[in-house]
């Protein structure tokens, strides 16, 4: 069945019933607005991504499911990024109205098993008719205890910067696309199906671990890069404690230049936070209880939100960073 055959009514039920009711909703899918509430004493934080077919992602190289997660893995992410529990999801869809209906099904199965699988409901949206592309828009609500969240703002000289994870291996799978190259089982996971680190940031939050943490979308160097000019202080990276999967380093053998993706490329959704040198050893801590790496790769110091990198021999260079802009990219 074809999209135009099931309507847009249609489609609403479908979606309404493929989607459990969560705690804290009053009023969900079927009315003009979600009713919903928090927990005494948080406070709200709303994220919103919008996905555009053949800027973020293209139909011919991810299939329905694997792109319903990412749609919600990368909106998960901004909220865990802020040390918060995501709560609620608000998805809107714009598609061809001769669409197949399986592959609508395959997206909502991706896209309802990822936010199921944080505790994540789906409360509202809206559906539309698309003359050509597909469009995607996801906002998730979460909260945080009053002045628990952790913002960009609170690094200061002398925190140990750290990421959770491994660098690079969604850029990577992402440019071998591009060249027709087939990836790496692992480097094409890291792609099209990130892991939204939600329990770290809560746990660095609630334990007052990290001062200042974002999520890494336009790569290390320039999501380091917004830290350092919210806080107002400068950092080093050190290179060689770069943390590379053992995919991503067979992949870039003999091809150094590939390796700058751990620093420029984008979409690992890794967190990237600064640590007061004395709890680094509860945050380590935290990573073996986790069961994930947490890496350090530099420092913090005095300064107004320059960048520098530290390389193999030991000498340090000055950055120039610009984080990915969708204005200034055809």
């Given amino acids: 069945m074809k999209l135009s055959e099931l309507g847009e009514f249609g489609l609403i039920e479908l979606i309404r019933q493929k989607s459990p009711t969560g705690s804290g909703v009053h009023r969900g899918i079927g009315d003009d607005a979600a009713e919903i509430s928090l927990p005494a004493g948080h406070h709200l934080l709303t994220s919103t991504d919008l996905l555009i077919e053949d ?30 529990t995501p709560r609620y999801l608000y998805l809107g869809l714009a598609c061809p109205g001769d669409t197949d209906l399986d592959d609508i099904n395959m997206f909502l199965n991706g896209a309802l098993d990822e936010a199921a699988r944080h505790n994540v409901a789906l409360v509202g949206g809206d559906t539309c008719r698309s003359p050509g592309p597909w469009l995607i828009s996801v906002t998730i609500e979460g909260s945080a205890p009053a002045n628990q969240a952790i913002g ?51 746990r660095l939050a609630e334990r007052g671990l990290a001062r200042a943490m974002i999520d890494i979308s336009d790569g290390l160097a320039g999501d380091l890069e917004h830290i350092l000019q919210a806080s107002r202080v400068d950092g080093v990276i ?34 990237l936070f600064t640590v007061p040198p004395d709890r680094v050893a509860e945050v380590s ?43 200034c990219h055809a």
């Fill in 55 to 84: 800027v973020h992602f293209r139909r011919d190289w991810t299939d329905y499911q694997a792109l319903g997660h990412k749609a919600v893995a990368v909106n998960l992410s901004d909220i865990a990024a802020m040390g918060a």
């Fill in 152 to 202: 960009r703002d609170g690094a200061q000289a002398g925190d140990l910067i750290m990421v959770s994870g491994s660098l690079g291996d969604s850029a990577l799978a992402l440019q071998m696309l591009r060249e027709g190259q087939a990836p790496d089982a692992e480097l094409l996971a890291r792609h099209h199906r990130p892991t939204a680190q939600v329990e770290l940031g809560r």
């Fill in 238 to 271: 050190d290179e060689e404690l770069l943390p590379l999967s053992a995919a991503f380093r067979r992949a870039t053998d003999g091809h150094p230049t590939l390796r700058q993706l751990a620093l420029y490329g984008g979409e690992d959704y890794e967190l």
């Fill in 285 to 327: 801590a935290l990573g073996v209880q986790l069961q994930l790496s947490i890496t350090r790769v530099g420092i913090i110091q005095e300064g107004s939100g320059r960048l520098s990198l530290r390389d193999g021999t030991g000498a340090i260079h000055a950055l120039q960073v610009r984080g990915y802009d969708h204005f």
